[in-house]
């Protein structure tokens, strides 16, 4: 937040590292870094920039709550420090220590078409093996064993909202979760943002012309105090190949878990 930035330089002695008032806690690959840059045009958001993989990870976790502390931004009384690690939302600890730290934090959850997430997900694993030299297989490799859906693919487990989310809610009332829909984050970014501000009880800051549609890059960038940005070249691209008749197989397999998800949510969603 720009804004805030400027505030921080002139009365740096009332800012302090908090911990977060609100966290998007996954899905992986939903729009978690530009839901999460999008809310830090907010000048009164503040949001540590690295993912933090405190809940999900013993041994960060095990390094105790100063060290998460000392994670996040400097704010200033009054404003909302945001992290997101998209591992917590599959993670089996992160809900009940989550709890444990503040009962009342503000969870924002983003998702998106589980078919097209599990895609991405394997698009983004494919790249970080490539670049390190490893071996790779086929997406329909992994994805199905002889003919049916592979329920041991991780990215078909991160895909099944519904049994995520169940473990959260066995925490957290509904109330407390604020569920952004990804693929009206990619349309319009404007008036997921306004959910959001209300949601984290925010006056309402971001505008309109926080944004333009970028035609290079093919999505939304963001414009803020003269400053434009786009998310970097990892985030909007091309899916590995995979037959329709797979993707087809795996949008009627995740048809029950879609709804279920629905009805836990008491929200739908235009899925495959
Ligand atoms: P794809 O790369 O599959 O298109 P995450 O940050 O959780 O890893 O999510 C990455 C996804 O954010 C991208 O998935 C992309 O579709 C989506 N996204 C949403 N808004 C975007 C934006 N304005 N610019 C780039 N990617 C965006």
Known sequence: SVISVNLKETTNSSTSQRIPGAIIIGVRKGGTRALLEMLNLHPDVEVAKAEVHYFNIDENFHKGLDWYRAQMP????????????????????????????????????IVRDPAERLVSDYTQVLHNRIQQNKSYQPLEELLLRRGHINL?????????????????????PRKQFHIVDGEALIRDPFPELQKAEKFLELPPRIMPDNFYFNTTKGFYCL??????????????????????????????????????????????????
């Open 223 to 272: 414009l803020s105090a003269g400053h434009d940005k786009c998310l970097d070249e990892s985030k909007g691209r091309p899916h590995a190949p995979l037959s329709n008749e797979a993707f087809q197989k795996l949008c009627r397999f995740l048809r029950l878990p879609n709804q279920i998800f629905f009805r836990m949510t008491g929200q739908t969603f235009d899925w495959c």
């Open 152 to 172: 041991n693919y991780k990215a078909l487990q991160r895909s099944l909202y519904h049994q995520h989310l169940a473990r959260w809610l066995a925490f957290f």
């Open 74 to 109: 400097l704010t200033l009384d009054g404003q909302v420090t945001v992290e997101k690690t998209p591992g917590y939302f599959t993670a089996s600890m992160a809900p009940a220590r989550m709890w444990s730290m503040n009962p009342a934090v503000k969870l924002l959850l």
